[in-house]
């Protein structure tokens, strides 16, 4: 209740702090004109921003804008993504009205947009950043093809990861993005320059992002997105927590004009077929053989698309733009036959398959989403110059994904008597996710100002359907309600910011600073009884016999519910303050510091701080450099997660529990409690623009990071689980500050455009990453675990740490247009991935190598408002290399295949789901 209150109350500050600047402003002028092409037409959703300041205007749908201005004299830049950026300067006088229009020309470099990210002050191009930012278009995005947010930065930004994998519970269902090689919770996302909330679900298992909370991106529509800006450089010393690796600001659409999409694709791709190195799956002994595995085909993982964005705008500088999206996106299967014994009496007879003449038990791939999205983002200018905004939005999702196959012959999980032939569980996720934000914004005694508050929510329910409770006999239901997870997120900000001049040369000092209140929420529901409960049913041989000494596994099979101990019910506040000041020493000259003070109400405070510089060699030639001190809070999903869940270990069941450093269960395994991941950024580059139409930049990067939050290994040796079995588990986990690492790399990014005069115009860009991460320091393993034989973090999480993600990602696009006729080109190259078993073996660690992924696609548009566009992601079906361990069935090893089952790897960069086909059909409105 009192903080419902609290929200009121600043809300109704919010209207009045507009109202009382309202009174004290003095007349305003009138800036107004009209954007052009190179052939004279209006340019629709161009920008008009007013240098130094937040002020400007969007173009309407025949290119004109209009702009309320204190009298003075400004620096107006047009802008448009794809298109030169020129200048020009006004004299507004009070109640007077002045005109300037700008003819804007094709251009390829992308060092004409301009970022807001990284300034606090101003807005500026990406050539006269300090630090590296890429701008991602709208029309960039629209031509990806995908209609995932995520995929799209992935497909645009060579140092942004996002891997797909599969069979791991909730992280089917919201997957991990990552930025230069770093972890999913230390990239910081914002939506329109505000922070934007996490998601509730913290990823536990065998994937990139394991222990870590991330933003779920795919909450926020593409087809609502004006552009991206990504900050490639640590930047907590100017927005806070978790932005380690870098910065995602993802600004909404505000301009007049609409789109009605509509898509539908699927993959029509052959998989398998591919010779790898196992051990012998039927002769009981483990020799190295060569295998053929057979070839399937596949046309599944259908897609069904729609998207409607309108924006209304009026001669006022009021605008209103909103969509919404439907996305159903089918789950893809890429698993081959199960060569097991299916029923008691095959294992009696000693009964195998091989991987083409066994049942298909399993699902690998994509889970079944569906998502309805929806968003907004508007603005109005008060006659005085003060501006009230407002965005946010909501999604809601429904994912399905299995688990792994429970055998009729396993009978510590399967109830005979309801599943005679087996069953594979479900994973039933509804994810609720929205979010607002609304503030004012305008200039008093000379500062610009900004209030703003806003709240976001994220609530992830499980469900778990085709499944039992074995410990329950014939007594247990098949589906189950597990448990949900909500994560709020109360934000609370006011920035200041001015020019002054200083100095008989009087030059130009800019100064912002600011303070922030956050307030964050996590809860954990529990489930139904059924779901977790031990309901003591014995376990029965294959004649109905009880197995003496055997005890049924409780919980519902794939994802025990919740319990009542683990549910909990925290918040924690967060008060900072900053400063910034930046300075053009001169014209060629500029350099920047921040400092950021932080006081967290659990555990402490923490003080960052940020130096940049640029130097102007010659114009178009550009060095820039930064060094920043930067932090990350403890999520509280790591901090108070609790939960017990089925992993496989070498094909053998572990029920895993969670712990929270703060139970006695993680004390008595040695857990203490965690402290904030600080770290220490270093990057040098050189943006280049020799020649108008070619430009490109290349950044050195190093960051330290100590105290970093993993998870821990599976605790599962014979002493733990003699410890664990009282509590009805096999093995336990906890976060802890295990390792500090560190993580040295290159960006590289270039742009070319070539006007073909009447034959059209084509755009070609190139990107590389490449990014080392070593740990340089293991924690020792406590001395509880250690008298355990166990290890605190071992090769597995040491190898997903270091290896796990590509240290070498290449991407190169060909746009091509000639009047109505739209060609793309685009590939990327993956690095290789290691992964690593618990103890060294040359038949389970495996490296998995590159591999170039293609796509194509071609669009006309019909009447100037319809555009036709088909197209193939991966068009020439590659798939990543198979896992090349098929284990042995006989002595019950499952190898890196799950016994030849599992194909390929959840570390594939790009997924395991080949070509994918689509058509699409869109009409500007």
Not at 163 to 187: C, E, F, K, N, W
Not at 318 to 338: I, P, S
Not at 882 to 887: A, F, P, S
């Amino acid at each position: 209740m009192h903080l419902h209150v609290t929200r009121l109350l600043l809300a109704g500050s919010l209207v009045l702090a507009a109202e009382r600047a309202a009174a004290q402003q003095p007349a305003l002028g009138t800036v107004t004109g009209r954007v052009t092409g190179e052939s004279g037409e209006g340019m629709v959703g161009a920008t008009i921003a007013v240098t130094g300041t937040p002020y400007g205007a969007l173009t309407k749908s025949d290119g004109t804008y209009r702009i309320a201005l204190r009298p003075g004299t400004y620096e107006l830049r047009a802008r448009l993504i794809g298109y030169t950026s020129p200048r020009d300067t006004v004299v507004v006088t009070a109640g007077g009205t002045v005109t300037r229009n700008f003819r804007l020309a094709r251009a390829a470099s992308t060092l004409e947009a301009v970022a807001v990210v990284g300034s606090r002050t101003e807005a500026r191009t990406v050539i006269e950043s300090p630090v590296p930012v890429d701008v991602l278009s709208a029309a960039e995005i629209k031509s990806t093809g995908r209609t995932e947010t995520a995929q799209i930065l992935q497909q645009l930004a060579p140092s942004v990861n996002f891997p797909r994998p599969s069979i791991t519970d909730g992280t089917d269902h919201v997957r991990p993005l990552t930025l230069r090689g770093l972890g999913a919770d230390q990239v910081l996302v914002l939506l329109n320059g505000k922070r934007r909330h996490t998601s509730a679900l913290v990823n536990l298992n065998g994937s990139v992002g394991r222990g870590q909370a991330a933003v779920d991106v795919n909450a926020i529509p593409a087809s609502m997105i004006d552009h991206i800006e990504v900050l490639r450089d640590g930047a907590a010393a100017q927005y806070g927590s978790d932005a380690i690796a870098g910065v995602v600001n993802i600004v909404l659409k505000s301009g007049a004009d609409g789109n009605l999409t509509a898509e539908y694709g699927r993959t029509a791709t052959t998989y398998g077929g591919q010779t790898v190195n196992g051990t012998n799956l039927v002769s009981g002994v483990a020799t190295p053989v060569t295998a053929q595995t057979p070839s399937r085909s596949a046309h599944d993982g259908g897609l069904v698309h729609a998207a409607l964005d309108k924006g209304v705008a009026s001669s006022q500088s009021r605008f209103l733009h909103g969509g919404v999206e439907y996305r159903n996106r089918g789950n893809t299967n890429r698993t081959l036959a199960d060569p097991r014994p299916q029923t008691f009496a095959e294992v009696t007879n000693g009964t195998f398959r091989d991987l083409s003449t066994g049942p298909m038990n399993y699902e690998l791939g994509d889970a079944a989403v569906a998502d309805a999205v929806g968003m907004f983002n508007g603005g109005y200018d008060l006659a005085n110059g003060v501006e009230l905004y407002a965005f946010g939005g909501f999604d809601h999702r429904e994912g399905r994904s299995a688990g792994n196959f429970r055998r009729v012959t396993q009978n510590t999980q399967t109830v005979r008597s309801i599943y005679p032939n087996g069953f594979l569980p479900f994973i039933e996720s509804t994810i609720g996710d929205f979010s607002g934000f609304g503030g004012a914004r305008g200039k008093v005694a000379g500062w610009q100002w900004d209030l703003s508050t806003g709240y976001g929510r994220d609530n992830f329910r499980f469900d778990v359907t085709h499944s039992n409770n074995a410990s329950m006999g014939a007594a247990s239901p098949t589906n189950f309600y597990a448990g949900t997870l909500v994560f709020g997120q109360w934000m609370n900000n006011l920035d200041l910011s001015r020019e002054v001049h200083v100095g008989t040369a009087g030059i130009p000092l800019r100064l912002a600073a600011g303070a922030e209140f956050r307030v964050d929420q996590y809860r954990i529901k529990a489930g139904d009884v059924a779901s977790y409960v031990d309901g003591g049913a014995p376990v029965l041989d294959a004649n109905g016999n009880v197995v003496v000494g055997a005890k049924a596994i409780p919980g519902a099979q794939v994802f025990p519910g919740f319990q009542p101990s683990n549910a909990v019910d925290a918040s924690r506040n967060n008060a900072a303050v900053y400063a910034d000041v930046e300075s053009d020493i001169t014209k060629q000259f500029l350099v920047s510091g921040a400092v950021r003070y932080e006081h967290y109400s659990d555990f402490g405070s923490t003080t960052t701080g940020k130096v940049a510089s640029r130097l102007t060699i010659v114009p178009g030639f550009v060095l820039r450099g930064a060094f920043g001190t930067g932090f990350r809070a403890p999520s509280l999903q790591q901090t108070y997660f609790s939960s017990t869940a089925t992993n496989f270990v070498n094909g053998v069941p572990f029920e895993i529990r969670t712990a929270p450093v703060g139970s006695d269960l993680a004390k008595v395994l040695g857990a203490k409690p965690l402290k904030p991941e600080h770290s220490t950024n270093y990057s040098a580059g050189v943006a280049l623009e020799p020649a108008r139409s070619l430009s490109f930049t290349v950044d050195l990067y190093r960051v330290n990071i100590t105290d970093r939050i993993v998870l821990s290994e599976n605790f599962t040796g014979t002493a733990v689980q003699n410890l664990l079995r009282p509590l009805g588990v096999s093995g336990a986990r906890y976060f802890t500050n295990a390792i500090d690492t560190r993580t040295n790399g290159i960006d590289v990014v270039g742009n070319y455009g070539l006007s073909l005069r009447s034959a059209g115009f084509v755009r070609l860009m190139a990107g590389y990453n490449h990014n080392k991460t070593h740990a340089t320091l293991v924690a020792q393993t406590p001395p509880e675990l250690g008298n355990q034989n166990e290890n605190l973090f071992g090769r597995v999480e040491r190898a997903r740490i270091e290896e796990g993600q590509p240290r070498d990602n290449f991407l190169a696009s060909a746009n091509y247009e000639y009047h109505d006729l739209g060609l793309v080109a685009r590939t990327q190259r993956f690095g290789s991935v290691t992964t690593r078993a618990t103890v060294g073996s040359d038949n389970l660690d495996q490296t998995f190598g590159a591999k170039w992924i293609t796509d194509v696609s071609a669009s006309y548009k019909v009447l100037r408002r319809f555009t036709l566009t088909a197209g193939a992601d991966n068009v020439f079906d590659v798939y990543p290399d198979q896992n090349n361990n098929l284990g042995n069935v006989r002595s019950n090893v499952a190898g890196n295949a799950n016994f030849g089952i599992f194909p390929y790897s959840s570390f594939s960069p790009f997924g395991f789901n080949g070509r994918f086909v689509y058509a699409r059909v869109g009409v500007g409105i």
